[in-house]
């Protein structure tokens, strides 16, 4: 569980791999446009601060966040190297918030399992609109920013690990 006082938006880029010939794919929710478009601010900014190319990154919008599972599925097509899901589910009154919130997470891992490309869960689950805010370039930082780093991360394991499983001869 992240602290309170956590700064998402914090990295050190001298531990960040090489992400110029990364190509990235991102999946943004329309729903909760402006927490979405917060988010995707910060991981672009982020994405570009550590030299990745305008050509390099492809985005698509979906209605809300439960669709970025197609979404992203659909990304993996599309000869990228990761995939980042953006998305903001806020509490309501019904449980609608927990089937969806339930649905995109399995879907998104299931993604991940499934397939040989990464995609990245940066869908805030949040009790209010605050809590959203505070993490969409707010008083939290960019949980957008946080997303960029890792996908650059997953997209450099992805690549040094390809062709290095175990051979069995017999």
Known sequence: M????????NYDKATIPNAKDFRFGIV??????NITEGL????IAALKDCGVLDKNITRWNVPG???????????????????????SVIQGETKHFDFVCDGVTQGIKDLNVLSDIPVIFCVLTDNNMQQSIDRSGGKHGNKGT????????MAELR???RGRGISIGY
Not at 146 to 153: R, S, T, V
């Open 40 to 43: 995707y601010d910060g991981a």
């Open 159 to 161: 690549k040094t690990s």
């Open 65 to 87: 966040s439960y669709e970025l599972i197609y979404g992203c599925k659909k990304m993996q097509e599309q000869n990228v190297d990761v995939v980042i899901a953006i998305g």
């Open 2 to 9: 992240a602290t309170e006082n956590k700064n998402l938006s």
């Open 28 to 33: 943004v929710s329309e729903w909760n446009d």
């Open 146 to 153: 946080e997303a960029a780093i890792a996908a650059i991360k």
